[in-house]
């Protein structure tokens, strides 16, 4: 079969769904490759690296539909596109299922199958497939860039001769993939970086990046993220306000702030208010990231940057992957070509749409005449963050009963087990002979002595010590050399054995010891 890439024909993308190197990858699926002439361009990859790597370069976008089999974009297709698909033809790209119910009732009227990227499960086994992380990976990065580019200060701190310059704080609303990616950023740029998220599983995750993840003084459980494809769930008013008001306490302070909190198929939360904006200081700098899905920041105009009357720079571009063109495609384009290898298990160029895999059926939103969006939860969910359970602190004497309560049964357990050690030695010394009965007491006396003296080590010992018990336990030694002598060759050759085994085990143990000290000690 024949995948094809064609030009993108919302303005201003540069990206491209096919790279040079995916393409190879994807021949090695068995797939032929073809891409419009120029598709690349805006990304860095020209017509002769396509060629190089063995695509066939289609003068016209007519002629690339018409020929392959399987398109792959990045961008929602345009009504126009939409009327070249075809039954049997497989669309990949984003397609905002949620928000465009005339597409999918488009390629539902011919027939095609859909996967929307961004619709791709968020499950282990399809990370490698997810194009939204990808993309908001870049764009929580290229949003620091941005504000970095619109602040008149230094990110870091520095004392220099001309004067101390303070460093920059910086407020990361939302710690997905995209607040991470700024929270990273941000951090080693050298400024103060504060970030919040409604799911208190991530604050962890935020203070490990040296970050100070925000708590707000509000009692609501919260479902954990995990638990919904690892995006937020919607709050409820109370938390929403306690939200607000800390928001409005952090306003004055904060230099920059990135918002990035979106949840799938719904419009953009309002979480930075306009007298929010009035109370930050001149030069600060605001950067939305919702600014497709309505924003986040009541004054966010998409795909401006605009100066309010307070001096703060709003920016809501929307392209920001886009602005990275090179890098982007490269992530998306392997993205697809992971997405062709779940399709392609025989790796004979010929798609298995298996409607049975999680992530195939998760991703798919029409397919062969029906719409299948919304997709049926997940069979593989991903694993929730459990609870910590608080343990109660006894009481001293809480504590003085418990010892005195475990002493007992340990005591009552040992009594029990010598009380049937003696009843079982005094049978066998009704019935046993008076040699078997001498060897048997040294027997039992020294199982006795060997499992005291092992037992008594402590357990955070026995790896450096384990040896020295080890060679302790072959006094056993002594009864095989007080055997040596008797007058059976059997027995003289089973005595000499043991004494050569036991020698072993006593050496090796001192010296293993010796080696495994010596590890502590410096040179």
């Known amino acids: 079969m024949i995948i094809g890439t064609p030009k993108e024909v919302f303005e201003g993308e540069a990206r491209v769904a096919m790279t040079p190197d995916s393409a ?12 419009e002439t120029g598709a690349g361009a805006a990304a860095g990859f020209s017509d002769k690296d396509y060629k190089d790597a063995g695509v ?9 539909w018409k020929d392959a089999e399987i398109i792959a974009k990045v961008r929602q297709p345009e009504e126009a596109e939409l009327k070249r698909l075809a039954k049997g033809k497989t669309l990949i790209s984003f397609f905002n299922p949620g928000g465009n119910e005339d597409g999918m009732e488009a390629a539902k009227a011919k027939g095609a199958n859909v996967i929307a990227m961004e619709m791709v499960p968020r499950i282990s086994r399809a990370q490698k497939m997810d194009a939204l992380s990808s993309m908001a990976n870049i764009a929580g990065y290229r949003a620091v860039i941005e504000a970095g580019n619109n602040f008149g200060r230094f990110f870091t701190g520095q004392i220099t001769a001309a004067g101390k310059v303070p460093p920059a704080k910086v407020l990361v609303v939302g710690a997905g993939v995209a607040g991470l990616a700024a929270i ?13 998220d409604v799911r208190p599983e991530v604050a962890e995750q935020v203070e490990s990046m040296g970050a100070e993840f925000v708590y707000l003084d509000f009692e609501e459980e919260q479902q954990d993220g995990a638990a919904t494809g690892g995006y937020a769930a919607v709050s409820s ?11 409005r306490e952090l306003a004055p302070e904060m230099d920059i702030v990135i918002t990035t909190a979106l949840i799938p198929n719904r419009e953009a939360p309002e979480l ?7 109370a930050m200081k001149p030069g600060s700098v605001i950067v939305d990231l919702a600014a497709e899905k309505g924003g986040n920041c009541k004054l966010t105009v998409a795909d401006e940057k605009i100066v309010t009357d307070n001096g703060v720079t709003i920016i809501g571009y929307t392209d920001f992957p886009s602005r990275m063109a090179t890098q982007s495609s490269m992530l998306y384009s392997t993205n697809i070509r992971h997405m062709m290898t779940d399709l392609t298990p025989e790796k004979d160029g010929q798609i298995n749409h298996d409607m049975e895999d999680d992530v195939i059926r998760g991703a798919t939103v029409t397919f062969e005449g029906d719409i299948t969006f919304p997709p049926p939860p997940p069979k593989i969910q991903a694993i929730a963050v459990q609870p910590k359970t608080e343990v109660k602190e006894l009481t001293r004497e809480e504590k003085l009963a418990a010892e005195a309560a475990a002493f007992k049964a340990q005591t009552k357990q040992q009594v029990t087990l010598l009380g049937v050690g003696a009843v079982l030695i005094l049978l066998a010394g009704l019935y046993a002979p008076a040699s078997f009965m001498q060897h048997f007491i040294v027997f039992v006396l020294a199982v006795f002595v060997g ?10 010992l026995h790896t450096p010590l384990m040896a020295v018990t080890n060679a302790i336990s072959s006094i056993i030694i002594l009864g095989a050399l007080m ?25 090796g143990g001192f010296l293993v010891t010796r080696r495994m000290l010596a590890m502590f000690q410096k040179s």
């Open 451 to 460: 499992f005291q003296v092992i037992w008594g080590v402590s357990h955070s």
């Open 56 to 64: 066939t370069v289609k003068k016209t976008a007519n002629a690339l």
């Open 483 to 507: 055997q040596i002598g008797s007058g059976s060759f059997l027995v003289i050759l089973l005595a000499a054995l043991s004494v050569f085994m036991a020698g072993i085990n006593i050496f």
């Open 24 to 35: 190879l990858q994807l021949q090695k699926l068995g797939y032929e490759c073809m891409i």
């Open 237 to 247: 008013p109370e938390f929403r306000e306690a939200q607000l008001a800390k928001f």
């Open 272 to 278: 930075w208010t306009e007298d929010m904006v009035k």
């Open 184 to 196: 990273g950023t941000s951090t080693s740029l050298g400024a103060i970086t504060y970030a919040f």
